[in-house]
């Protein structure tokens, strides 16, 4: 059992994914602050409206990540690059007095890496696709692992417009399989449109 800050969002970050994040609000720029003096991470995960109220109103499940890189941008927000490291699970929530959340997790392994058969090429394609129209996306990444299933399958979790139920589904398995069938059967049933997402 392990206690990590919660930086609830309502987009998410997967292990090997990364993001950057604007921070703003003094409890967080605190929790960034002592990241960076103890060279620690903290908890992303997702806002679920549907559930308890705050502190409780996040996803089962959320990824611990790591500081990269950091700065300040004209208004003097800190500016951080994030990469996910490690999933988990969540047990309880509470909040500190300047509402930060705190979450009682335990370690979810990480999906192994597998190689991505042929009739699945075409999710690694459509993704290349993703990021030449949007370098601001592809950029974060220095290395692309489109050949890899799980690499491929993390990332399109990141960017679809994923619900908090489906999320937690999709995650909680010991591997990618589920999130590979998801993806396939959107993509080929037309509810996933590559010009839908983005625009």
């Known amino acids: 059992m392990s206690i990590v800050n919660l930086f609830p969002l309502r987009s998410t970050i997967l292990p090997e994914g990364r993001m950057h994040l604007r921070i703003f609000e003094p409890r967080y720029i605190k929790m960034v602050s002592n990241c960076l003096q103890n060279s620690s991470g903290f908890?992303?995960?997702?806002?679920?409206?549907?559930?308890?109220?705050?502190?409780?109103?996040?996803?089962?499940?959320?990824?611990?990540?790591?500081?990269?890189?950091?700065?300040?941008?004209?208004?003097?927000a800190l500016?951080?690059?994030?990469?996910?490291?490690?999933?988990f699970?969540?047990?309880?929530?509470?909040?500190?007095?300047?509402?930060?959340?705190?979450?009682?997790?335990?370690?979810?392994?990480?999906?192994?890496?597998?190689?991505?058969q042929e009739p699945n090429v075409y999710l690694s394609e459509y993704l290349q696709e993703v990021y030449s129209q949007f370098p601001m996306i592809g950029d974060l990444y220095r290395?692309?692992?489109?050949?890899?299933?799980?690499?491929?399958?993390?990332?399109?979790?990141?960017?679809?417009?994923?619900?908090?139920?489906?999320?937690?589904?999709?995650?909680?398995?010991?591997d990618c399989s589920k999130a590979l069938r998801y993806l396939d059967e959107a993509f080929k049933s037309g509810s996933l449109r590559l010009t839908e997402r983005h625009n």
């Open 89 to 116: 699970a969540i047990d309880s929530v509470e909040a500190s007095e300047d509402g930060l959340r705190n979450a009682s997790v335990q370690w979810i392994d990480n999906w192994q890496h597998t190689g991505l």
């Open 143 to 174: 290395d692309r692992f489109f050949d890899d299933a799980t690499w491929v399958c993390q990332r399109w979790l990141e960017i679809l417009p994923v619900d908090c139920d489906q999320f937690e589904q999709l995650v909680s398995p010991a």
């Open 79 to 87: 500016v951080i690059t994030v990469s996910g490291v490690k999933k």
């Open 43 to 76: 908890g992303v995960c997702l806002i679920d409206d549907s559930k308890a109220p705050a502190p409780r109103n996040v996803s089962r499940y959320g990824t611990f990540v790591s500081i990269v890189d950091f700065d300040s941008d004209s208004d003097n």
